[in-house]
């Protein structure tokens, strides 16, 4: 028979170039249905295949992704965003956020000069707004550290290193907001979670003080520019208008 998307020759239940199935069910809301509670919950491949693994083995499935070992993995970047608008979906049910202390007359900020005051509370709805977009650049902001100290991988490489990490320590975060209502931006145990998923995926790249060490930088580079690089895009915009 002939296969219906590479058109090769061939016998069986599967295309030996492709591996299209030879036989594919027309579309009934049965299937649909069926198919999207597969993807949903099948820990073989996708979404919740990068969620088992990451947790049970993180830094051998990292590396073995970057080595070629790439079937039924999740695309780390979408993981990533996906985690990030997972948080955001939880989030919203949750009345908390340390930004918003900048709106409130009676914010502990009060005492604050007014234009502090007003630059921190433009600052608090800018990032508030654009979470998803200024936690995603965390991702950048750990690869450029990561790269330039252990060097063992191209920048690129880093890059998709770091989106399994930021994703998967999102998920985790999210698991514990009813527990903690802390912002993502301070909660310990985003924090935690991305300084063990570094640990694991790095730690066989140099020796263990050099680990350490790009850890701690890794952590306060990105914990640091989350607020400067907006600080510095409101800054310009009230320079610009």
Same mark, same amino acid.
């Given at each position: 028979?002939?296969?219906?998307?590479?058109?090769?020759?061939?016998?069986?239940?599967?295309?030996?170039?492709?591996?299209?199935?030879?036989?594919?069910?027309?579309?009934?809301?049965?299937?649909?249905?069926?198919?999207?509670?597969?993807?949903?919950?099948?820990?073989?491949?996708?979404?919740?295949?990068?969620?088992?693994?990451?947790?049970?083995?993180?830094?051998?499935?990292?590396?073995?992704?970057?080595?070629?070992?790439?079937?039924?993995?999740?695309?780390?970047?979408?993981?990533? #965003?996906?985690?990030?608008?997972?948080?955001?979906? $939880?989030?919203?049910?949750?009345?908390?956020?340390?930004?918003?202390?900048?709106?409130?007359?009676?914010?502990?900020?009060?005492?604050?000069?007014? %234009?502090?005051?007003?630059?921190?509370?433009?600052?608090?709805?800018?990032?508030?707004?654009?979470?998803?977009?200024? !936690?995603?650049?965390?991702?950048? !902001? +750990?690869?450029?550290?990561?790269?330039?100290?252990?060097?063992?991988?191209?920048? #690129?490489?880093? +890059? $998709?290193?770091?989106?399994?990490?930021?994703?998967?320590? #999102?998920?985790?975060?999210?698991?514990?907001?009813?527990? !903690?209502?802390?912002?993502?931006?301070?909660?310990?145990?985003?924090?935690?979670?991305?300084?063990?998923?570094?640990?694991?995926? !790095?730690?066989?790249?140099?020796?263990?003080? $050099?680990?350490?060490?790009?850890?701690?930088? %890794?952590?306060?580079?990105?914990?640091?520019?989350?607020?400067? #690089?907006? %600080?510095?895009?409101?800054?310009?915009?009230? +320079?610009?208008?």
């Amino acid at each position: 028979m002939e296969c219906l998307n590479c058109k090769t020759i061939f016998e069986g239940k599967f295309c030996p170039q492709c591996g299209q199935k030879s036989e594919t069910k027309r579309f009934t809301f049965q299937k649909i249905a069926n198919d999207t509670v597969s993807t949903i919950t099948d820990t073989d491949k996708g979404f919740f295949f990068n969620l088992k693994n990451l947790t049970l083995n993180p830094g051998k499935n990292i590396n073995d992704y970057l080595d070629g070992k790439r079937k039924h993995v999740f695309n780390p970047f979408s993981y990533a #965003v996906l985690a990030i608008g997972i948080y955001l979906f $939880v989030d919203h049910y949750y009345d908390y956020s340390i930004f918003k202390s900048f709106t409130n007359k009676n914010s502990e900020y009060k005492n604050l000069s007014p %234009g502090a005051f007003n630059f921190g509370q433009k600052i608090g709805h800018f990032i508030a707004q654009y979470l998803k977009f200024f !936690y995603l650049l965390n991702i950048v !902001y +750990l690869s450029v550290i990561t790269w330039a100290i252990l060097k063992k991988r191209n920048f #690129v490489e880093h +890059l $998709v290193s770091n989106a399994f990490i930021i994703g998967h320590a #999102v998920i985790i975060t999210t698991l514990f907001i009813p527990l !903690y209502k802390t912002p993502i931006f301070f909660n310990p145990i985003t924090l935690i979670s991305i300084a063990i998923l570094m640990y694991f995926t !790095y730690k066989n790249y140099e020796e263990k003080l $050099v680990v350490f060490v790009t850890i701690f930088f %890794g952590m306060v580079a990105s914990f640091l520019l989350q607020f400067i #690089v907006p %600080g510095v895009i409101i800054w310009i915009k009230n +320079l610009i208008f």
